[in-house]
């Protein structure tokens, strides 16, 4: 690494806030389109539209409904990671890997942050995960700490699809300024908001007299062989309070040694030129607006009809057009003489049927749109009633939500990689983690497992880490999907696939097939399999043995085994041995023939 970058000075951090305004800049319409959404989220998207506000203003939740069942869909599929080795003194590792990143995850209520990522994710089209080393959580021991994070707060640089390709990347937070300068006394901290993060439209009123705008600054740096080291250093103004590229120990590695930031970006619909996308309200807003403004003339020409409103002459009439509304009055003084050319009802047509034809329409659409069908709640359509169909319409229903659980999993991956790589860095004290299962093992755990590695390979040594593969397994928390596994399991047992006497017949049909479990299910099958030829192999023993003991002993073992006489299969037993015993060998027959015969 060159000398001129060792330092990091306020000259550095006066640059690096000329850079994050040009990324502010442009990302001023991705942050306005988050801010809207989030309105149309909590039903309050009337506010976008320009139009008289004192008209009634009816919000239907045709769009939120759709949104919270995708949300269902996706935590019915809470994934869990399985770790692979891809090298075979790497699966003591990898097993060890595997027991402790759920635990991990569950240390950061990780189950809660995927909740709300997913939220954000339909909503605006993009959710963020911090994965970050906190040296402060465990008493100063240190732990990895997931959390969400808002895309609003983050820059990055504008035009790229990948968040790996931007330069700088920078995280923009609000502070409490006295807890700050209790964690850092020797800085000097300016008070006051910078108006950098952008807010959305809360119902609380949020003071920020007392904060101030902290920056996370996430930057690489070129090293003279060509490799990238990632570094960071916060900073508040042009106060610098934490630089990793001042400290010697982070000097060369960098901050995180893996060289990624620590963000990953999960999108539902992709677009060109961004690392974010667009959710499930762009995509519907405009249907739901629809049916929200015939649903706004529908009710006011409801309320219309259903009011009887007059047409009084008060030139030639004198009474009071209070009195007509007031329907707590039984009698209503008049001044003249009254009739049809000075007092007339004023009829209001109602709107014709349609309308309502056009408003179901629009809500159709809006399912179709949203994938949000009747079939993927639970629902049914006329002519639809047998189970099994009702269960294929489901399952065919719910491609969508599959598709974008998929895109959850492939960021979850990302997710997990990272974690195992703040494993690698940081866990040099060994920690103790409970694993449960079958039963509740404690297993202390460091990465002795995970550092480099040296070996000779055409009598050249060379070094390696240990890399491992994530595989992401969902639980089955859905009804349905255990449903249809019990299901499964009970047409197998109808099937015979269980019968160690079928056991060809059921391998096959199994090789042809692709269900959760299988492998488990196939070596269950051919183990029952060896079980029944081993039964048999000793069956045919003992009936040999039993023969040859019949033979010398005058016994019947081999009638009890066989259930027929081992005189015409057996050779003949030597006269000697009949004349010698010949009352011992009738009363044991005898009493044979009594155990097995039924009375």
Known sequence: MTQDVINLTVDDVKRAQTTLETYRQG?????????????????????????????RHPSSAWLFNAIANKHADAM???????VLPRAADDKPAAEALSDILPVVLDRNDYERVYSNAWWQKLKSGTSVKGIFWNPRKLNGLGDIEIQNIDPLNLFWE??????????????????????????????????GDTGLVKQYQYDDTVDTTDKVTVVDWYYKRLRDDGTTVLHFCKFVGETILFASENMPEFLESGWYRHGRYPFVFDVLFPVAGSPCGFGQIDVNKDTQEQIDKMNQAIVENTII????????????????PADLTDITKDVIPAAGSIDESNFKELASDPLPSICVS??????????????????SQGGTSAGVTAASAIAALMEAGSKLSRDMIKGAYRAFTQECYLVIELIRQFYDAPRTFRITGKETAFVTFDNAMLKEKHAVMFGQPYSYEPVFDIQVVPQKKSPFSKVSQNELAKEFFQM??????LADQAL???????FDGKDLITANIQKNSTMYQTLLSMQQRLTKMAAVIDRQNGTTLYDQLTGTSSENTAPKTPKTLKKETPDRVEQARETARGVTQPK
């Open 305 to 320: 009809v259903s009011k009887k409103r007059r047409i009084v002459n008060t030139s030639a009439l004198s009474i009071n």
């Open 358 to 375: 056009v408003l179901n329409n629009k809500i159709e659409e809006i399912k179709e749109t949203s994938g949000n069908r009747d079939f």
């Open 27 to 55: 990302k001023v319409n991705l942050d306005r389109r988050i801010i809207e959404n989030e309105k149309w989220y909590r039903l309050r998207h009337w506010e976008t539209f320009s139009g008289d506000r004192s008209r």
């Open 76 to 82: 019915d599929n809470y994934p869990e990671p399985n």
């Open 508 to 514: 096959a049909c199994i090789d042809m097939m692709d």
């Open 496 to 501: 015979g696939f269980f019968n160690p006497q």
């Open 158 to 191: 504008p035009g790229i699809s990948n968040i790996e390709a931007s330069p700088n990347l920078f995280h923009v937070s609000l502070a409490d300024a006295r807890r700050l300068k209790a964690r850092f006394p020797d800085c000097d901290i300016p008070v």
